[in-house]
């Protein structure tokens, strides 16, 4: 009987690691959401802590590290699509004068390049976890 036990123990534990093992990203995603909430215990913040708490719940239930990849392309790709549109208003303040407008967008310009060089940073990091190297790489 209790090496039945011993057993079971054994392949649910195996069970449980593979499964979390495939999702690295997840697990790092849960652990900041653990540590913002802590912080959000420790300062009293219960709007924050709920929501926190939404978030851990729904990463439990639905993460995987192939929609993390997803989702953090959908941003790259938007966050390209602003910088694409800061530049063609820049190319047409330039044309109209308006110099103020022109170093006010290229400040945005700046911060939006920044931005997109961390995203990008993220998407590198993600993909460099293990098992990353069965993914296909989206760009």
């Given at each position: 009987m209790k090496k039945l036990q011993l057993a079971m123990i054994v392949v649910l534990s195996s069970v449980a690691y593979s499964a979390s093992a495939q999702n690295y990203g997840c697990e790092r995603k849960l652990q900041s959401l653990e540590t913002q909430l802590n912080y959000a215990k420790q300062h009293g913040n219960v709007h924050r802590q709920r929501?926190?708490?939404?978030?851990?719940?729904?990463?439990?239930?639905?993460?995987?590290?192939?929609?993390?990849?997803?989702?953090?392309?959908?941003?790259?790709?938007?966050?390209?699509?602003?910088?694409?549109e800061i530049l063609e208003e820049i190319q047409e303040k330039q044309a109209e004068g308006r110099v103020d407008k022109v170093e006010r967008l290229q400040r945005k310009l700046?911060?939006?390049?920044?931005?997109?060089?961390?995203?990008?940073?993220?998407?590198?990091?993600?993909?460099s976890l293990p098992h990353a190297e069965g993914r296909q790489r989206s760009r």
């Open positions: 929501g926190l708490e939404r978030a851990i719940a729904n990463v439990q239930t639905h993460c995987s590290d192939a929609y993390l990849l997803r989702d953090l392309q959908e941003d790259i790709d938007d966050q390209q699509e602003d910088i694409d700046e911060r939006k390049r920044q931005k997109l060089a961390d995203l990008q940073a993220e998407m590198e990091d993600l993909q």
